[in-house]
């Protein structure tokens, strides 16, 4: 469960999360809002990537104050921009980053890598250097390093915002089949439709917290 | 020596060591230097034309590492030819052209990755300078991985400005780059932090096979 209490974030003077109190245990939660609502902020809050100005976020009990090194193995990110998060210029040593971070025995490491690369059809492209892949497969190959070091949430913020129609829906595709609890910042309605729970953020504040096709309707009525 | 050329294969040469691969390239280069001898010349190039038409490598490769060097290789021969004579000029081409190829091999064998590593091991011994070696390895890996980014953010920004009209200047094209690239290692350095990364020094890793 991920919890925040009394969170306020500010950068400087200016305020972009104002006192959110939450409790997250759905297993698929979307947050959506303009742009400058404070979503990234939201999300990069909830594996500890920034801390809180006040108050607290807590991952199944772990404060992301105290315990980051073990708030970020139970939280994986996945970032808007396949591009900017892989790190290693050939597809399975990129996989193999994360689970070497976790000194996993080598043996693991090799299966789990064997094992992620055949669920997102990225077995013929192991040894594919990674600017080659196309947008669609860089952000399964993002997916798959997460994936691969078995976190227990999973935050994705905007993943298919750079991609086009075909590539959004495999990603999407991907993510529904996911058996981790999933935060998703998405403009993306469509995804969020069979979600169990959808939070609207404007300036900061939730103004809605509702399931999908209510919280959706509200929000596209207020943006209107 | 460009680092991301490598061809996957399971040859011997692809089983080696890279750190063998690359003493090895460190001893025939400080060999050919040491003894300018046209038939010693000759043989190298001999030598390493065979090995890598016995790996596989064909013509079509050797041609398209060669290609590029040629203008070069002729200006160096042409002026050893006006300074001395034709038979140095055949031996300093043929060395320089043997050494280009040796080290294409190593390069064309060895996974960047392994190369890599193989840095990392032999960076170890440096720790107690202060120097980690994982973070060094890691250096080394993201610049494989984004000098590509960098040629095709360039490309676009140069596109951008030409389809407004202007004209070529660095200046220009530089500073929308450079802050595409700012932004580009923030969000880098936040991918590698939320994966985990912990740059606390590790005892070096077992020689051999690195992958995963
Ligand atoms: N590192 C930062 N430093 C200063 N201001 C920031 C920083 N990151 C975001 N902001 C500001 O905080 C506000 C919320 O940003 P963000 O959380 O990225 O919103 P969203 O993802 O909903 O677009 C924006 O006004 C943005 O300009
Ligand atoms: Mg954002």
Redesign the pocket.
Known sequence: MIELRDVTHR??E?V?LQDLSLRLEERRVAVI??????????ARLLNGLQLPSEGQVLIDGLDTRTEGKAVRRRVGFVFQNPDNQIVFPVVEEDLAFGLKNLRLPRDEIRARVESALARYDLTELREHPAHLLSGGQKQLLALAGVMAMAPAHIVF?EPTTLLDLRNKRRVARAIAELPQNVVM?SHDLELLRDFDRVIV?DEGRIVADDRPGPAIDFYERRMA | MILSDYIPGTGLLWRLPPGSKLLALAALGTLLLAVPRLDLAALTFAAVIALYLGSGLGWRVIWRILRPMLVILAVIAGAQWWLFDALSAAMVALRLAALLLFASLVTLTTRASDMIAAFERALFWLRPLGVNPAKVSLALSLALRFIPVLGAITAEVREAQRARGLERSVIATAVPVIVRLLKMADDIADAIEARGYDPAPQSPRPTGDTRP
């Open positions: 950068y400087g200016r972009v809002g303009g742009n400058g609502s404070g979503k990234s902020s939201f913020d910042i953020l």
